[in-house]
């Protein structure tokens, strides 16, 4: 079975589900977002990134589902103890081999162990029917509401993303949906409310919805990799994001701003 390359295992995770997770980061993307901040998880192919000292990293490693499922299972007590679990993220999990992809989820669902997968949702279809029977939980980005600037800032129409967010919808999966949210660029109510309006006529409850402010943490990675930097971005400030939650707890929908899972 071909491996795909992960590229970091971050222990201790609070903003990628509920409870303590681990999440799993995986190396790929189909995306090009012009404000991503893990530029070393778009290429498929292993890279070389300088590190604090001067150093090359290697980004990009190969592991063995067994070995993998073994280094997940050290962190169980926390996900007893929290109703945590591991994620799957990236990059892009679900693009993939998904003989791998399900063979992990399964194996950690034999265990007793929940599992989410976070997505941007630009996969096939049956590659998301594959892996929802071992599925708990989607985390499912939506990034711009209109195609035209979908596919000048993210590289890619999103069609197929709202597609399978329909499905999954349709087929009862839990879905926690997250907004990356950039000033001037997709914070405008009247975007949300044509998304609220369109989870209405699909028939789409997330369980619940992430409002996740743009940072520029990860903009010297750009460099570290010898990329040319980025455009700048800049976050909502607070009273727009205080609009924004006040807009989606309106619509009856659980809200929090940043990651991490709120009551």
Known sequence: MPEPLIYKIQKFSIHDGPGIR?????????????????????????????DDSGNAERIGHLWAISGLIRELEKDRVFYEETGGGVTLSGGEPMVQDMEYIVSLLCELKRRGISTAIDTCGDAPWENFKAVLPYTDLFLYDIKLWSDKLHKASVGVSNGRILSNLSRLGKSAAQIYLRFPLLAEVNDDLSDMENISLWLDSEGVCPVFISLLPYHAHGRSKYL????????????????????????????????????????
């Open 22 to 50: 681990t999440t799993v980061f995986f190396k790929g993307c189909p995306l090009r977002c012009k404000w991503c901040h893990n530029p070393e998880s778009q290429s498929f192919h292993i890279e070389d990134m300088v």
């Open 224 to 263: 570290r990799l010898g990329l040319d930097l980025p455009q700048e971005f800049t976050s909502p400030d607070a009273p727009r994001l205080a609009a924004l939650k006040a807009f989606w707890e309106r619509k009856g929908y659980r809200t929090g701003i940043g990651g991490s899972i709120t009551s």
